[in-house]
């Protein structure tokens, strides 16, 4: 099965700094690589994705970036705020046949203002 | 879009007792739904698939007469926790697997906080 890995578990910068979390992941097959967002007491919810056909993805401050070849994909993060201290996880999956995510560890992003 | 509406959001219950989880889809087909548990300061684990009237797929491990399952129509899954013990206190999330626009994606619950006394 997949086998994904997430770095650092705690991520601390002040704000205006850059962020950067990397996962690997060990299943050749999976394409889709989402990231997501936890705020304490609610449901992830989806930053960015990015599917195996393109090499990078950007949404203003958000942006992700995928080696297959490496098996690695990472979230980047820029001009961080203190609204984005949250946990963060990177997710795999095969984006088919309603197949599930397996999700990374997590990553606890703190922003001091 | 694509909407997954999960309730309660929070509930306390006596062990012993059976409490429901309810996930619905607001505005699309959900043929299918994970159950994922989260403990504090923990990732995501997947409990059991779901699929409309079918029995539900269990992860190794998880006890299906413990965590009951049913998925009854295209909008609504739901997670019976029987017999609830102190243990079972978790963060219990739905996600609903679909298709916008020809691109596939998880439409995710809000969660239930579950705690058993």
């Known amino acids: 099965g997949e086998n994904v890995e997430q770095h650092p578990s705690t991520l601390s910068v002040q704000e205006g700094d850059s962020a950067v979390i990397k996962c690997t992941y060990s299943?050749?097959?999976?394409?889709?690589f989402p990231w997501y967002k936890q705020e304490l007491g609610k449901g992830p919810q989806l930053i960015i994705d990015?599917?195996?056909?393109?090499g990078e993805k950007k949404d203003q401050r958000i942006a992700v970036t995928l080696n297959k070849t490496a098996k690695h994909f990472s979230l980047h993060i820029t001009e961080t705020q203190p609204e984005d201290s949250a946990v963060y996880f990177c997710?795999?999956?095969?984006?088919?046949?309603?197949?599930?995510?397996?999700f990374g560890k997590g990553t606890m992003l703190l922003v001091s203002p | 879009g694509a909407v997954v509406s999960q309730h309660p959001s929070r509930v306390i219950c006596k062990s012993g007792t059976s409490v429901k989880i309810e996930c619905r889809s607001l505005?699309?087909?959900?043929?299918?739904m994970f159950w994922y548990r989260q403990f504090p300061k923990q990732s995501l684990m997947l409990m059991a698939t779901?699929?409309?009237?079918?029995?539900?797929?269990?992860e190794q491990g998880v006890e299906k007469d413990k965590f009951l399952i049913n998925h009854a129509s295209l909008t609504l899954s739901t997670l019976t926790v029987t017999s609830a013990h102190p243990e079972d206190s978790s963060f219990y999330i739905c996600?609903?697997?679909?298709?916008?626009?020809?691109?596939?994606?998880?439409?995710f619950g809000s969660g239930t906080r579950l705690t058993v006394v």
């Open positions: 299943d050749s097959a999976s394409n889709y």
């Open positions: 779901s699929n409309e009237g079918s029995k539900a797929t269990y």
């Open positions: 997710a795999a999956g095969r984006g088919e046949g309603y197949s599930t995510l397996t």
């Open positions: 505005d699309f087909q959900a043929t299918t």
């Open positions: 990015i599917r195996s056909n393109v």
């Open positions: 996600s609903a697997p679909r298709f916008r626009q020809g691109v596939y994606g998880y439409t």
